[in-house]
């Protein structure tokens, strides 16, 4: 049996988000615009990124760093980066992911919730040069604080996102969706859907 993959229109056919949502994420990726996609565990993040990643044309080449199977390469223009854990050093295992990286010569990179390297070493060295599609976990409404917690990164990275995906998931019924969307500027989120 297959997982299946989600689709734009997936989304909004269950309810997960709008068709306005959802083209205004369209043009930030088409724009290579830097999108951080934050939410609680199993509030469907990576399926968003599945779904958002069928708005790249085929010609871009995108790069998933991605650990333990967690993501599929499900088109011929993305090419995974395991970063599973392998009794390698973590600076070490981050170095392999930076020069994969820059081998591969991506138009987007996307780090899919992995704690198995320095995201924020890899965001330092690598962000002036690719496109970011970034996960991350947020567990309370201080969005900016979760994310610098769990990705170790620095308030002037953050400002560095041009957009902010805040997921939601109501445990009683598991219904998932895209609460808001926000532009960052000067640091700051500002919602904008």
């Known amino acids: 049996m297959g997982v ?35 939410g609680s ?15 790249i044309p085929d010609d871009r080449k995108v790069a998933v760093v991605t650990a333990y199977g967690e993501f599929k390469a499900f088109r011929p223009n993305v090419i995974l ?3 599973s854990f392998d009794g390698q050093p973590l600076e070490q295992r981050t170095s392999k992911v930076i020069s994969k990286i820059r081998a591969l010569n991506p138009d987007y990179v996307v780090i899919d919730t992995v704690h198995t390297v320095d995201v924020s ?35 002037e990275t953050f400002g560095r996102f041009d957009i ?12 998932r969706k895209v609460n808001r969307i926000y532009k960052v500027e000067d640091g700051e989120l500002r919602a904008i859907a």
């Open 4 to 38: 299946y993959l989600f689709k734009p229109e997936d989304l909004v056919r269950y309810g997960s988000a709008t068709p306005e949502g959802l083209e205004r994420l369209k043009e930030a990726i088409l724009s290579r615009k830097d999108i951080l996609i934050v």
């Open 41 to 55: 565990s199993r509030s469907g993040k990576t399926k968003l990124v599945e779904a958002l990643i069928h708005f």
């Open 81 to 83: 980066i395991d970063t």
């Open 121 to 155: 070493r890899i965001f330092r060295e690598l962000i002036e040069d690719y496109a970011f599609i970034v996960t991350s976990l947020a567990l309370t409404d201080d969005i900016k604080e979760e994310v610098k917690h769990w990705l170790g990164i620095s308030g």
């Open 164 to 175: 902010v995906v805040e997921l939601w998931r109501d445990w009683r019924t598991g219904m």
